[in-house]
């Protein structure tokens, strides 16, 4: 039995992330660009000080989902139509890959979102996709989704590794990233989310090719985390 991940909006939650990820770079990614590309016209907020900006994030995100509501809600549904298509075939894939170890159990969500920033959120078992996503919905979820999986995995397998680890930062977080990247690449994932290149975040891409090797040679997750943890040192 596998967990059934529901698609909603969620408008605080979006205000919430626009004014986290302000600024915010990491693993070589300016995640501003993801909250003004989208929306250009709020780029003169760049020049407000913290508190104004804040301000004005929330009224702007307020205003959008008043004129906007309908269509968001829409786009919820279908995305929830086209996870529950593959949900399946992905959670037996991902099953299978880690030996046979059980998804965490838990009732997941998937927040459609105005901004295309896509950050998961462990503790609550939620992630968010970004409503245009170029990779589309499916491989959105099957990234995070495997994050989840990932984490409990290794904390619970290799806890001499990730028992004091920060998930959201450093070098596990970035054996994560690179374990999505790699794993999401095999042709069995690919099938299900459709996409025919998998990228890694530019600060992780030097790994890449040592780590695709290691996974092309075993497709054993223990080893490709030892291998990965040990080249992150």
Not at 32 to 43: S, W
Not at 64 to 69: A, D, F, I, L, S
Not at 124 to 152: C, N, S, W
Not at 208 to 231: M, N, Q, S, Y
């Amino acid at each position: 039995m596998f967990p059934r991940v529901l698609f909603q909006i969620n408008e605080k939650l979006d205000i919430a992330m626009a004014i986290a990820f302000w600024g915010c770079r990491e693993g070589g990614i300016d995640f501003t660009k993801g909250i003004i590309g989208p929306h250009p016209v709020i780029r003169p907020f760049a020049k407000l000080s913290s508190v104004p900006r804040e301000t004005a994030l929330r009224s702007y995100v307020r205003s959008y989902y008043r004129r906007h509501r309908r269509v968001l809600q829409t786009i919820a549904e279908r995305f929830q139509k086209q996870w529950d298509q593959k949900a399946e075939e992905f959670f037996t894939e991902l099953k299978y890959i880690f030996g046979g170890a059980a998804f965490p159990k838990g009732d997941y969500r998937g927040f459609v979102s105005i901004f295309n920033l896509n950050p998961r959120f462990l503790k609550d078992k939620a992630f968010q996709v970004y409503r245009d996503h170029p990779r589309g919905p499916i491989y959105v979820a099957a990234h995070e989704l495997t994050h989840f999986m990932f984490y409990a995995y290794s904390r619970r397998r290799f806890s001499r590794f990730f028992k004091n680890a920060d998930p959201d930062n450093g070098s596990y977080w970035s054996l994560a990233e690179l374990f999505n990247a790699v794993v999401l690449s095999d042709p069995r994932f690919m099938k299900i989310h459709g996409n025919t290149h998998i990228d890694a975040y530019p600060a992780h891409r030097r790994y890449l090719p040592r780590l695709r090797a290691v996974w092309r040679k075993t497709h054993d997750v223990d080893i490709f985390i030892e291998a990965g943890w040990k080249l992150l040192q």
